[in-house]
């Protein structure tokens, strides 16, 4: 079936290191977005990037269609990164499937 | 401009007890869903609509929970009989179409006990 699979599973960082964050898709994609979630939070949207890069502050999301995959990197990573990121796509059905997530710890 | 506005927050049932959950979608969204996310897992889709149609409700466990739209506005999830595998955060989203960003809310975290 339509799968995203996300990796690394978990990620442990000090403060002030880049996190990069991969997620892998089954079929072509025709929306591709990254979420934070922190512990017990709510579901918050960083990026909608199908294909190509794109900028938002410290995050760069970089997504290549032909390869199904994509990238989300965190620059100079703060103890308030800290959390889950949550990569989910649209396989064309307009509904986003997601993935199990990154859980990532920025420690000080 | 509000964002997606669900309630309750939390609610906590008794096994066999009923609840529902409501959601607000964002203004000019015609399309809404329900996620179900256990915890330390990912969203996975329950239902959703376009306007007031229901579009894929195939993951909706049908003899216990239902959901209607039906002024294609706000919508309402309902479990009837709950158990204890239904403990879980339920998120409302809303998107203003095809292919375009998705935007969700706060969730209601219900514990079934």
């Known amino acids: 079936g339509q799968q995203v699979q996300q990796s690394p599973a978990s990620l442990v960082l000090q403060e002030g290191e880049n996190a990069e964050l991969q997620c892998n898709f089954s079929s072509t994609a025709t929306q591709l977005q990254w979420f934070y979630q922190s512990p017990g939070g709510s579901l918050v949207s960083l990026l909608s990037?199908?294909?190509g890069t794109k900028h938002t502050g410290r995050l760069t999301s970089t997504t290549v269609t032909k390869e199904r995959r994509s990238s989300l990197h965190i620059s100079s990573s703060q103890t308030t990164d800290s959390g889950t990121y949550l990569c989910?796509?649209?396989?064309?059905?307009?509904?986003?499937?997601f993935g199990q997530g990154t859980k990532l710890s920025i420690k000080p | 401009e509000a964002g997606v506005t669900q309630s309750p927050r939390y609610a906590v049932l008794q096994e066999g007890q009923a609840v529902s959950f409501w959601c607000d979608p964002i203004?000019?969204?015609?399309?809404l869903y329900w996620y179900q996310q256990p915890r330390d897992q990912g969203p996975q889709l329950l239902v959703y609509?376009?306007?007031?149609?229901?579009?894929?409700n195939s993951q909706l466990p049908s003899d216990r929970f239902s959901a209607v739209r039906p002024k294609g506005t706000n919508s309402t999830l309902k479990i009837q009989s709950a158990k204890q595998g239904d403990t879980a955060t339920y998120l409302c989203?809303?998107?203003?179409?095809?292919?375009?960003?998705?935007?969700f809310g706060k969730g209601t975290r219900l514990t079934v006990v």
């Open positions: 989910a796509i649209d396989y064309n059905q307009g509904k986003l499937i």
């Open positions: 609509f376009r306007d007031e149609a229901v579009i894929d």
């Open positions: 989203a809303s998107s203003p179409g095809r292919n375009t960003e998705v935007f």
């Open positions: 203004s000019g969204h015609d399309t």
């Open positions: 990037n199908p294909s």
